[in-house]
């Protein structure tokens, strides 16, 4: 029998590493700019960088500006989201293994999904819009100019629920990023934990909920569960 009541809970998604994989996109587009601008960049530093707002990587990872050079840091970061605009177009892109079936399943449990993300609004509408998701999510995204903290500020989740009309407590984040789950945690909400983009080790003491590889192990089911606990 279908749920005709929806429910009392709300699953706020990040956005890469978690629904979709723009990791290359995102690496190739930093590498590019510091290229062509003649920039020091490392592969640590982008590994380090990832899940981060460019106001905070490109000063105080990347040493590009000092943090006090808005401007310059505004520049910058609109020149790499150009980059990286261009590279999705090229190549296309996907939604992540087990993604749509949750989002399909979610929708028909009648609870709401919503998105929180460091990136830009443009950059989540382009990514919505190649990868079909922008149906289940419509107007429910959150981007870097919604805020004024990003991540490990809760800011971002929390503006994120409230667009579902959800307390941060019936709340689950799903993030792949560790700057994520302390967010996540900080905005008082569940966290699960993908390992798209660290390794399982690396969670096991960031106070994650749940640890999996992959959505394919998430389940609406799997999520009440660990909501009602």
């Given at each position: 029998m279908?749920n005709?009541s929806p429910?009392?809970?709300?699953?706020?998604?990040?956005l890469?590493?978690?629904?979709?994989?723009?990791?290359?996109?995102?690496?190739r587009s930093?590498f590019q700019?510091a290229?062509?601008?003649?920039?020091?960049?490392?592969?640590?530093?982008f590994?380090?960088?990832?899940g981060?707002?460019?106001?905070?990587?490109?000063p105080?990872?990347?040493?590009?500006?000092?943090?006090e050079?808005e401007?310059?840091?505004?520049?910058?970061?609109?020149e790499?989201?150009?980059?990286?605009?261009?590279?999705?177009?090229?190549?296309?892109?996907?939604?992540?293994?087990?993604?749509?079936?949750?989002?399909?399943?979610?929708a028909?449990a009648?609870?709401?999904?919503?998105?929180?993300?460091?990136t830009?609004?443009?950059?989540?509408?382009v990514?919505?819009?190649?990868?079909?998701?922008?149906?289940?999510?419509?107007s429910?995204?959150?981007?870097?100019?919604?805020?004024?903290?990003?991540?490990?500020a809760?800011d971002?989740?929390?503006?994120?629920?409230?667009?579902i009309?959800?307390?941060?407590?019936?709340?689950v984040?799903i993030?792949?990023?560790h700057?994520?789950?302390?967010?996540?945690?900080?905005?008082?909400m569940k966290?699960?934990?993908?390992?798209?983009?660290?390794p399982?080790?690396?969670?096991?003491d960031?106070?994650?909920?749940?640890?999996?590889?992959?959505?394919?192990e998430?389940?609406p089911?799997?999520i009440v569960?660990?909501?009602?606990l």
């Open positions: 279908p005709h429910s009392p809970y709300g699953v706020v998604f990040d890469d590493g978690v629904i979709i994989d723009s990791h290359d996109q995102h690496e930093w700019l290229e062509k601008l003649g920039l020091p960049l490392t592969k640590a530093q590994k380090k960088s990832f981060m707002r460019n106001e905070m990587c490109i105080h990872v990347f040493g590009w500006a000092t943090k050079e401007d310059k840091i505004a520049k910058l970061g609109d790499k989201e150009e980059l990286y605009r261009t590279l999705l177009a090229e190549g296309g892109l996907s939604p992540l293994p087990g993604v749509v079936a949750l989002v399909s399943g979610l028909a009648e609870m709401p999904i919503s998105l929180g993300s460091s830009s609004r443009k950059n989540i509408e990514c919505f819009k190649t990868t079909g998701l922008d149906r289940f999510f419509e429910n995204y959150t981007g870097a100019e919604d805020v004024s903290r990003g991540k490990p809760p971002v989740f929390l503006e994120a629920a409230r667009k009309d959800r307390s941060p407590d019936d709340c984040v993030e792949d990023a700057v994520g789950v302390e967010a996540a945690l900080a905005a008082g966290v699960i934990a993908v390992t798209t983009t660290h399982r080790d690396t969670f096991t960031s106070g994650a909920d749940l640890i999996v590889d992959s959505l394919e998430v389940s089911g799997k569960n660990l909501l009602s």
